[in-house]
């Protein structure tokens, strides 16, 4: 069969990657054209589009670059009517995507979400799209399946979480090896976790950075998104005790003592990697006092969304300051709240559902795909 795939951000990327591998083993035959990233590219099949062309945050931003936004949408609408392929899949990114499944439905393309949009976050209006315009929704949270099935009548499948798979099939590294390449001390590691946009991270990696010369027992260490040059990131490397590493960051999470990470799906990472963290967010003033006004969540991370509790602590838009930021790492660095905090990572884990999930979801799709052929 002939599999379209759209993926938006870098962990779409990562989880189209391990979809794939598992599309090829269910079925040997299968033609992927795909936008995504490097990994996506890695597994197999034609790369349209990578997304760090794709990206941008924020209501002010999408607003700046529509043009752009609409001229990839009508690429993407080209290249699906020359592919001609018998299931379009989609993950996450929904601005995008939710606009390519309208289209491609009408035309009779059969159209699956592995990673459902985030409506129970902001925009649950877009059940009644996603009801008329998606034949088969795979979800990864546990409280996905109750917030379709029960609230609104719509039958999804939990696939499990697909962050479990890609972090224990990693291959392992040597850590002495690690900081001996990585030019890294013996120091204990906090990592950095900006995210992967450029305007993220450049509202993010000053203030994290902030609280370096505070602990100088310990080195801090900048997660380097692939999709962004080093040239990007050098500007904020102002002291000896900070350090960057590129397209690593499972190998630095697995050897990190603590973190500051940027809210999204990384804050769940961080925790399958068993790291206490403190969550930090700093978006524009203008989108900020957009989305505090539609969404409707208690917390921003999907740790504490997953576990409905507060178990790592979010500093969002003013509190992300370098007072907070300091007195918080301070906190995760004390053995009686670390404790804490590893406990509440190991109940996380066992509510994800194990490992599984992207070899289930394309089973799922497959079998889907052959039950109308």
């Known amino acids: 069969m002939k599999y379209y795939i759209i993926a938006g951000e870098a962990s779409g990327d990562l989880h189209g990657s391990n979809l794939m591998k598992s599309l090829y083993i269910e079925d040997p035959t299968a033609e992927i054209r795909f936008w995504g990233g490097d990994l996506m590219q890695s597994a197999g099949g034609i790369l349209v589009k990578h997304y ?11 607003v700046m670059n529509l043009k752009t936004i609409l001229n990839n949408i009508k690429i993407c609408k080209k290249d699906i009517l020359e592919f001609q392929p018998d299931v379009l899949v989609f993950i996450d990114y929904p601005g995008f995507n939710m606009r390519i499944a309208k289209w491609a439905k009408k035309l009779g393309i059969k159209t ?3 990673i459902s949009p985030q409506i129970w976050a902001w925009k649950e209006n877009r059940i009644k799209d996603i009801k008329r315009d998606i034949d088969n929704m795979y979800v990864i949270l546990p ?8 609230k609104h009548h719509f039958k999804v499948e939990f696939v499990g979480h697909p962050l479990i798979d890609a972090i224990h099939n990693r291959i392992a590294v040597n850590e002495i ?40 027992e310990y080195q801090f260490v900048i997660a380097g998104a692939p ?14 005790n900070c350090h960057f590493i590129s397209n690593k960051t499972y190998d630095l999470l697995s ?22 963290e403190v969550v930090c967010y700093k978006g524009s003033w203008f989108s900020y006092q957009i989305a ?40 995760v660095l004390d053995p009686k709240y670390r404790k804490k905090i590893l406990e509440s990572y190991t109940s996380l884990e066992m509510k994800l559902g ?20």
């Open 52 to 62: 760090r062309d794709l990206s941008f945050m924020g209501f002010i931003e999408v």
């Open 112 to 114: 699956h979400y592995y």
């Open 143 to 150: 409280f996905e399946k109750d917030f379709y099935e029960n």
């Open 177 to 216: 090896e690690f900081r001996r390449e990585n030019n890294l001390s013996d120091k204990p590691i906090i990592a950095i976790l900006p995210g992967s946009r450029k305007q993220e991270i450049s509202k993010m990696l000053k203030v994290m950075l902030s609280v370096v010369a505070d602990f100088p």
């Open 227 to 240: 999709s962004q040059e080093y040239s990007f990131y050098s500007t904020f490397l102002t002291s000896k």
């Open 255 to 276: 050897f990190s003592f603590a973190a500051l990470v940027t809210s999204g799906t990384a804050t769940l990472e961080t925790a399958l990697f068993k790291v206490p």
């Open 292 to 331: 505090k006004r539609i969404v409707t969540l208690k917390y921003i991370s999907l740790v504490n969304l997953i576990m409905d509790k507060e178990v790592v602590t979010e500093l969002i838009q003013e509190n992300c300051n370098t007072k907070n930021i300091k007195m918080e790492l301070q906190k």
């Open 354 to 373: 194990g490992n599984g999930a992207s070899q289930k979801t394309a089973k799922l799709i497959v079998n889907n795909m052959q039950k109308i052929r």
